[in-house]
């Protein structure tokens, strides 16, 4: 016989909330403004969602929360804890009026005439109480989609555009987005036919990343001085020992200049360990021993240290 669960007294329609996997609450959330308020209310814990943007497409994993409770060995060789598990990782497709939902068990259909693809990442949001989504990955989608895009994401922690978008997506998602996002990474050269990247080095990001093992990433000294970035990772940077050298060295003049970065690492397409005499001539810098790493000290004159960590073709510079 059918229950009509909102009939139920408070503290068994609270029991059958909380017994409700994540799939089943969103479903629950749906109904009305009332199963809405009752399943935010739960304060259900996830894991700060992931986005995946492809054309007209959005995709969006829900997993539980991994700080909650740690089941006992017991429940976890039990098979309907991992069923139960399984059905706790959600994975959604986004369209305007409808989602497309896989809990482990198949694919199903939920239409909702009045959502908007923006709706419906709100809904999502709201009832976990979450205000920020983590990452957000760029396909190659076409600029108008971009825009529409824009329009629905909030803050968000990390954006990575894949290999699969196109040069010019991938700059205009970049200056678009920038200033909603903490960190970026691009996993393609989008400057393969460009000498210069610096505009891309210029924003108050905590970290970028740029990742392309079939073309390297062209910098220059010039490109280094010029970043406000406080992580930088280039894989791999194609930069002469010369630029390098140039580049210490203009860094060890500046006394009064202030420098944003962190850190810079760079993964070279040489072996530099056998090269780094010609990155250091002619400056002073002080063999520090670290386990099995090559660590060197150089200090400027206004007191302040540079710290230089050398591994085989990775150089990692990283500053006061």
């Known amino acids: 016989m059918p229950v009509r669960l909102l009939s139920l007294p408070v503290e068994d329609l609270q029991y059958a909330l909380e017994c409700m996997n994540v799939g089943d609450l969103i479903a629950f959330s749906l109904c009305s403004k009332r199963t809405k308020h009752l399943a935010k209310s739960l304060n259900r814990k996830i894991d700060t969602p992931s986005v995946y943007v492809s054309e007209n497409c959005i995709g969006i994993d829900i997993l539980p929360d991994d700080c909650q409770e740690l089941p006992?060995?017991?429940?976890?060789?039990?098979?309907?804890?991992?069923?139960?598990?399984?059905?706790?990782?959600?994975?959604?497709?986004?369209?305007?009026?409808?989602?497309?939902?896989?809990?482990?068990?198949?694919?199903?259909?939920?239409?909702?005439?009045?959502?908007?693809?923006?709706?419906?990442?709100?809904?999502?949001?709201?009832?976990?109480?979450?205000?920020?989504?983590?990452?957000?990955?760029?396909?190659?989608?076409?600029?108008?989609?971009?825009?529409?895009?824009?329009?629905?994401?909030?803050k968000c922690q990390k954006l990575r555009i894949?290999?699969?978008?196109?040069?010019?997506?991938?700059?205009?998602?970049?200056?678009?987005?920038?200033?909603?996002?903490?960190?970026?990474?691009?996993?393609?050269?989008?400057?393969?036919?460009?000498?210069?990247?610096?505009?891309?080095?210029?924003?108050?990001?905590?970290?970028?990343?740029?990742?392309?093992?079939?073309?390297?990433?062209?910098?220059?000294?010039?490109?280094?001085?010029?970043?406000?970035?406080?992580?930088?990772?280039?894989?791999?940077?194609?930069i002469t020992e010369k630029e390098l050298n140039r580049f210490v060295k203009l860094w060890m003049k500046g006394n009064n200049t202030f420098y944003s970065p962190k850190s810079i690492k760079l993964t070279l397409d040489y072996e530099f360990?056998?090269?780094?005499?010609?990155?250091?001539?002619?400056?002073?810098?002080?063999?520090?021993?670290?386990?099995d790493d090559f660590q060197f000290r150089m200090r400027r004159g206004d007191g302040k240290e540079l710290m230089v960590h050398i591994e085989d073709n990775l150089i990692i510079f990283n500053f006061p």
């Open 72 to 154: 006992d060995d017991e429940d976890l060789e039990d098979p309907d804890f991992q069923d139960f598990q399984d059905n706790e990782n959600v994975s959604l497709e986004l369209f305007d009026s409808s989602i497309n939902i896989d809990r482990g068990n198949g694919v199903e259909e939920w239409r909702k005439p009045e959502f908007t693809q923006g709706d419906w990442i709100a809904h999502l949001l709201s009832i976990f109480n979450e205000t920020m989504i983590y990452a957000l990955e760029i396909d190659d989608i076409s600029l108008p989609y971009l825009d529409t895009v824009k329009e629905f994401i909030p």
């Open 162 to 238: 894949n290999s699969f978008c196109s040069d010019d997506v991938a700059k205009i998602a970049f200056h678009k987005l920038f200033p909603l996002i903490e960190e970026v990474e691009i996993e393609k050269n989008i400057f393969a036919n460009e000498i210069d990247i610096s505009q891309f080095l210029t924003p108050n990001l905590r970290s970028l990343s740029f990742i392309d093992f079939d073309n390297p990433f062209k910098l220059t000294a010039d490109d280094l001085l010029a970043v406000k970035i406080t992580k930088l990772s280039v894989e791999p940077a194609n």
């Open 273 to 291: 360990r056998r090269n780094r005499r010609k990155v250091f001539k002619g400056i002073q810098y002080e063999f520090v021993e670290e386990d």
